[in-house]
């Protein structure tokens, strides 16, 4: 059993680094990959601990990139190389990107009479501060009835009236950036760019992403039943993509979702997936 999407409490899972190579070891995978949103930490905490439990540990990330305006999550692996120095200075700028945005999106909070301050949205660990933190303290303390109502009426791109737009790569810079890293892509949850709206299909998105570069497509995931499975693996085939898999365990922010098995234990990744993909 491996497991290649998980994330930790350096970006939106439960679990510390630690306790995530702890729950890999006792679920008996044979194989970890740490990519949590935008950040290396989780993975970086969590390579000496894996390395002395004897946990196969891989380097990932899941990048939020552009793509025709939408948002398209990306998923980079082995990017702990030495090549890899570029990219970790690009995520230096994108991490003082949004830091410096939130400062700024609190100071026209402020401006507008919402009573908040960076202290009360601020996770516990930091780096990755974001917006529905801030809609979580709007709706604490009455400014917003819900997520939505907060992104609509403060923070949201549209009609948000203290929007502060912040740095956010295209998905062919991104795959450059991961690419020169030494790293290689895989299009996370394809199953997501239906749901935003693809109707025309995936197969003219994944050719195109596959001209920018797109080497490797998510084809496992707890979001996909058999089917999507199926369809993505074809998808692979067509385009000469490699495959990976990962359940995207976040911990208790997503319950149902466990560590290798997925939602109520609709996954299972072949063992090859990972082989092919270090062949690459
Ligand atoms: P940030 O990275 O801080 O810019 O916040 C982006 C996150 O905000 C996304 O990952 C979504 O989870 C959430 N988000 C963005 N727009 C909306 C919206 N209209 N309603 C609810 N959540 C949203
Ligand atoms: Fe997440
Ligand atoms: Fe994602
Ligand atoms: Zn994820």
């Not at 090549?83 to 400062?103: M, Q």
């Not at 030494?182 to 299009?187: C, H, M, N, Q």
């Amino acid at each position: 059993m491996i497991d290649l999407h998980t994330h930790t409490d350096e970006s939106d899972g439960t679990y510390r680094p630690a306790e995530l190579v702890d729950e890999a070891v006792a679920t008996g995978l044979e194989a970890l990959a740490i990519s949590d949103h935008d950040t290396l930490a989780g993975y970086d905490a969590a390579e000496p601990l894996a390395r002395a439990a004897g946990l196969d540990l891989i380097c990932g990330i899941e990048l939020s990139t552009k793509f025709h305006g939408r948002t398209v999550h990306l998923l980079g692996y082995f990017l702990n190389g030495g090549p890899s120095a570029e990219f970790r200075g690009w995520l230096k700028e994108l991490h003082d990107s949004r830091r410096d945005r939130n400062i700024r999106l609190i100071a026209r909070l402020q401006a507008q009479g919402v009573d908040v301050t960076l202290e009360e949205v601020s996770t516990g660990r930091g780096s990755q501060t974001g917006r529905p933190h801030f809609a979580r303290v709007l709706i604490d303390k009455g400014y917003a009835s819900s997520i939505e109502h907060a992104f609509q009426q403060y923070l949201g791109e549209e009609s948000g009236s203290a929007y502060v737009q912040r740095m956010e790569p295209e998905l062919g810079e991104a795959l450059k950036l991961v690419a020169a890293g030494g790293g290689l892509a895989s299009l996370a949850h394809p199953i997501r760019l239906v749901r935003r709206g693809a109707s025309d299909g995936l197969d003219p998105m994944i050719a195109e992403m596959r001209e920018l570069g797109l080497p490797a497509i998510e084809a496992f995931h707890s979001d996909h039943g058999p089917a999507e499975v199926a369809q993505y693996l074809g998808y692979a085939e067509r385009y000469g993509l490699a495959v990976t898999g990962g359940s995207d365990f976040h911990g208790a922010n997503k319950p149902r979702i466990r560590l290798g098995t997925g939602l109520d234990g609709n996954l299972d990744i072949p063992r090859a997936v990972l082989d092919k993909l270090r062949d690459k």
